[in-house]
């Protein structure tokens, strides 16, 4: 039994030689105030709470002087800003997020046009894009070639479509308008009824056009278009 005590005790004092010692071992004591932490040594002896805190069994993992919560040994200088940062991240400034484009001819596309017509935002910026575009010479024939493709690309069979009362009105911006009805093969493969037409090429070449369908809010922009270009104007009669 003598051997077997003996024993221990040298592998014992081996084992700590070499640093090899039970986790226990290592704690801090808060009766004596003996830490590896020389700061939380310090608070130990001079702080009464802190020593209260260290003597608590649930508190025996503190080896440290931050170890302690910073209600126990106060804030250090920045801790709490920075804790309040992480915490309450400042804002993030605002990011508009752009939308889609609503589809052609749809209730909100037309709206939206208005919209822009009646700011002055769209009249703006068609003058704007006309002065970064060259004009071109071209002939009666090719302008009115240019407006037959803008209307016929309307129609769900554009090499249908029909023609007739169609006018030609110069203005004095160097577009050329061209009013009248037109007609095409409809989904059932049969002829829809005329429809009125306004089409416009500028002296940059540029050709848009409408037809009117004579529903909602797309026929109510037709309107405004048909009076605004080709209703106070009569214009010269011409094939097209």
Not at 196 to 206: D, K, S
């Amino acid at each position: 039994m003598k051997m077997v005590v003996i024993f221990s005790a040298a592998l014992f004092v081996a084992a700590a030689s070499l640093g090899i010692t039970s986790p226990s071992s290592a704690r801090g004591n808060p009766n004596t105030c003996t830490y590896q932490d020389a700061r939380l040594v310090q608070a130990c002896r001079t702080d009464p709470a802190i020593r209260g805190y260290l003597r608590d069994p649930d508190n025996a993992g503190v080896e440290t002087y931050m170890d302690l919560p910073p209600v126990i040994r106060g804030w250090e200088p920045g801790e709490e800003e920075a804790l309040l940062g992480v915490l309450s991240p400042q804002p993030q400034p605002y990011q508009q997020v752009a939308q889609a484009a609503p589809p052609p001819g749809s209730l909100a596309e037309v709206t939206e046009r208005l919209r822009r017509i009646a700011s002055g935002e769209y009249a703006a910026q068609v003058e704007a894009d006309r002065a970064r575009t060259p004009t071109v010479n071209w002939s009666p024939a090719q302008i009115r070639a240019a407006a037959r493709r803008a209307v016929t690309s309307k129609l769900r069979e554009p090499a249908s479509a029909q023609f007739r009362n169609v006018r030609r009105i110069q203005h004095d911006n160097g577009t050329t308008m061209f009013c009248g009805e037109v007609s095409g093969r409809n989904a059932h493969g049969g002829v829809s009824d005329f429809k009125r037409f306004e089409a416009g090429v500028t002296n940059r070449g540029e050709a848009s056009a409408q037809v009117d369908d004579q529903t909602g809010m797309v026929g109510a922009y037709f309107n405004t278009a048909w009076n605004q270009f080709c209703g106070r104007i009569a214009g010269t009669p011409v094939q097209f």
